[in-house]
């Protein structure tokens, strides 16, 4: 069984510039959340797919959008970037919506974004 | 709304003593309750949670934690520390929305020290 996995590791990107994040759920999750992780804080959520549509969105910008894919894979992309996007970003997966997406949710390593 | 709070950012026993990691949170309604690991250069893995049921929860790696209403506490405890348990450790309450994302506390760093 594989676990989530997240691309790449490391990025290094220039103010104003845009990035792609991806994220492969483990097999059998349908839904996928987005997190981002400043240094020294804990994980703030960004948003949830689940069966590729979004359901649920922190306080995030717009410039911050999502997308899954049909074999439940996803993408985290942000527009415009600013200093303060430097981060580490989680992708989770879990099965089923609600409760259960909670319940038994499996985190990736991360992607570490320095902006500059 | 729900909230989190860690007491301590960082926190440091000897090996072999014991462990005790602080955790309240704020819920308008009985939350669900999760405690969660981060070694250096990972992602998070889940140590343990509450749901309903028995307040004393056990998780992996020997560390359990109490669900305390009355206090609306769930703070994370282990007899002994092992070296190994040097880590960051966060507390997490779900939001009981048709997301239920969790939110999390600030973190507790334990240092372990030989």
């Known amino acids: 069984e594989t676990g989530v996995t997240q691309s790449p590791t490391h990025l290094i990107k220039t103010r104003g510039q845009q990035v792609t994040l991806r994220c492969s759920s483990q097999?059998?999750?349908?839904?996928v959340s987005w997190y981002q992780q400043a240094l020294g804080q804990g994980p703030q959520f960004i948003f949830q797919y689940y069966r590729e549509e979004e359901n649920g969105r922190g306080n995030f910008p717009p410039r911050f959008s999502g997308l899954q894919f049909p074999n439940y894979s996803s993408e985290l992309n942000v527009n415009a970037l600013e200093l303060d996007d430097s981060a580490l970003y989680l992708c989770?997966?879990?099965?089923?919506?609600?409760?259960?997406?909670?319940?038994?949710?499996?985190f990736g390593p991360g992607t570490r974004l320095t902006v500059t | 709304a729900q909230s989190v709070t860690q007491l301590g950012s960082h926190v440091s026993v000897s090996e072999g003593a014991l462990v005790l990691l602080r955790c309240n949170y704020s819920s308008s309604v009985p939350p669900y309750l999760f405690w969660y690991v981060q070694y250096p250069n990972q992602g998070l893995q889940l140590l343990l949670k509450?749901?309903?049921?028995?307040?004393l929860v056990k998780g992996i790696n020997g560390f359990e934690a109490e669900f305390k209403k009355s206090e609306t506490s769930f703070h994370l405890t282990k007899p002994s520390a092992h070296m190994s348990d040097a880590a960051e450790y966060f507390c997490a309450v779900t939001r009981m929305d048709s997301s239920y994302k969790l939110i999390f506390g600030s973190g507790t760093r334990l240092l372990v020290r030989p």
């Open positions: 989770a997966s879990s099965a089923g919506q609600g409760f259960s997406s909670a319940y038994e949710q499996y």
């Open positions: 097999s059998g999750h349908n839904t």
């Open positions: 509450y749901t309903t049921g028995a307040t």
